[in-house]
């Protein structure tokens, strides 16, 4: 099953995590003179940054091109849900079931999105940094 609010997240903040990514890349760069591990290590991190980054890119532009089909108020309210803090227990519910369809109608669109596993596998593993 996939995680479709980590997914609109990444994709609504995917600037804010190329971001952290590139200051990674940075930090990593500049370790490299006086790292005790060695500059290969430094320079080891920095490629699997590039292919991390790589791979989130063509995961956000297959999303991309998912969300392309929605109307504006849908991505709206995708938008709403993926920044929310909490659930949507909270909300009115003419709000839930505006957010319930379309993540419905979503999930049902991503059928192509086992291509993208590493893609997938990735956002858990940098969302903290969105």
Sequence with gaps: MI???????????ADGLEGALDNLIVTYACRSADCA??????AERII?????KKTLSALWGYLDGVLSAFKPDE????????????????????????????????????????RFAEGVRLVGEYYCLM
């Design 3 to 13: 995680k479709s609010k980590r997914l609109l997240r990444f994709y609504f903040n």
């Design 37 to 42: 591990k060695g500059g290969e290590y430094c």
């Design 48 to 52: 699997s940054l590039i292919e991390a």
């Design 75 to 114: 991505c709206e309210a995708l938008k709403y849900y993926a920044l929310l803090r909490c659930g949507i227990k909270r909300l009115g519910e003419a709000r839930q079931r505006e957010i319930k369809r379309v993540l419905i109608k979503f999930t049902r669109h991503v059928r192509a999105l086992d």
